[in-house]
């Protein structure tokens, strides 16, 4: 596998993709393989998706006020772009944990990607291999991590980790992705129980109900120790023991202590948006946190991620990294996000979009629009390096 050098990937990504676009147009007649404009490349992939899919990858709870919210909280920030700042040069690598990456975006986890295209996680893993981005393993994956890790080289990849009912899963999920390679795992604490998610409810549609999605539980050895037939054998007694088992509604703040124990990676909280959780991850050992809502998936009128984000940044003080996920649709949205804060973004509906519409290219194709996007952002902002993305680079129309 040929895999890019990071400094180069990361180095003025923004003008390189504009002239592949261009060149390989005008040139050679090839048009990109998934729309560069993201509502036409959400419409396309909701023409491409079977109904079911549709509404699971795209839907929120309720009537989605916080999706809604999501995107609507962008628009209350605005950047203020400085001139003459010598911006030629860029580069918009991160450390985070002790390792670099390209840029502030990495894939979040996105289950049951066998609903929208046959090759599924290994088709996301191939695409973030190829560009070096770092891909969060779904605990919902259609192809297990080690089958993901195959095609990846030694690509970073971090592990989203749901809290199941029995600590013995829980620990041996963790032990498999340190086992692999992971550079961290993601708890995500939203998910305790399903949230009330109508699109999902009219097409009658729960894909873990027939298997889809499980392939972490299907592979696990403790799991499959648990049941009487092998999931291969039997893949709706080993559904049902995963609709049993799979989330804890009775988590608390104590028991965290437990992964703590077994593992040695850096661990993030996923779903934080009060700045009181925020400090309580700080005071409980947790290596980071996630700002995120779920993408409006879980509780309806919720405050926004973005409105949470600077509260929760300021809670932690520089003691943890924060990122963020939820309504990250384009380049301005990374840097409004990094401008309150946070050190890196999750990137989630818009690449399952491209893996929908044309696969491992689509992902790319996605990745790297973002990455131009953001790149040409910061550079149009009179910034030369994420470090220079601070809260003066952005104004409140509130103020």
């Known amino acids: 596998m040929s895999i890019p050098n990071t400094d180069a990937v990361a180095a003025n990504a923004g003008p390189s993709r504009q002239f592949e676009i261009y060149v390989g147009g005008m040139l050679a007649g090839q048009k990109p393989a998934v729309p560069i404009d993201i509502k036409e490349l959400e419409r396309q992939a909701k023409a491409k998706m079977p109904p079911e899919a549709w509404a699971y990858i795209a839907g929120g709870a309720g009537i989605e006020t916080t999706v809604a919210n999501n995107r609507s909280a962008f628009d209350e920030w605005q950047i203020l772009p400085r001139m003459l700042r010598g911006v030629a040069k860029r580069s918009t690598q991160i450390e985070l944990f002790g390792h670099h990456y390209p840029s502030p975006i990495l894939l ?14 290994l088709a996301t893993a191939r695409a973030a291999a190829a560009l070096r981005v770092p891909y969060i393993f779904s605990n919902q994956a259609s192809v297990s991590m080690e089958e993901c890790v195959k095609v990846m080289g030694d690509s970073p990849r971090w592990f989203q980790l749901y809290w199941g009912k029995d600590d013995r899963l829980v620990a041996s999920l963790a032990r498999r992705a340190e086992a692999v390679g ?18 999902d409810l009219d097409v009658s549609y729960l894909p873990f109900l027939i298997g889809k999605g499980i392939a972490q539980y299907t592979s696990d050895p403790f799991f499959r120790s648990l049941l009487e037939k092998t999931p291969e054998e039997d893949i709706m007694a080993a559904s049902q023991l995963f609709i049993s088992i799979y989330s804890e509604p009775g988590l608390t703040w104590d028991r965290l202590q437990f992964l703590r124990q077994q593992t040695q990676l850096p661990i993030l909280l996923k779903g934080i948006t009060h700045p009181d959780d925020a400090r309580l991850a700080v005071e409980y050992g947790m290596s980071g946190i ?4 779920h993408g409006g ?12 984000l600077p509260e929760c940044v300021d809670a932690v003080a520089g003691r943890i990294p924060v990122l963020f996920d939820s309504g990250i649709r384009g380049g301005a949205d990374v840097f ?8 890196g973004i999750l990137l989630g509906r818009p690449y399952a979009y491209g893996l929908t519409i044309a696969g491992q290219q689509g992902v790319e194709e996605v990745l790297k629009n ?3 996007d953001f790149d040409l952002t910061m550079a149009l902002s009179g910034c030369r390096n994420v470090g220079e993305i601070t809260r003066d680079t952005i104004r409140s129309t509130r103020s």
Do not use: Y
């Open 108 to 121: 979040g986890p996105v289950g049951v990607q066998e609903m929208v295209h046959p090759e599924a996680d």
């Open 297 to 308: 998936r879980q509780v309806d009128g919720a405050i926004s991620s973005l409105e949470a």
């Open 290 to 293: 996630v700002v995120s809502n």
């Open 336 to 343: 409004k996000a990094l401008a309150l804060g946070a050190k």
């Open 370 to 372: 973002f990455m131009a």
């Open 182 to 199: 992971c550079q961290a795992i993601v708890v995500t604490l939203d998910t305790t129980t399903l949230g009330w998610r109508t699109r």
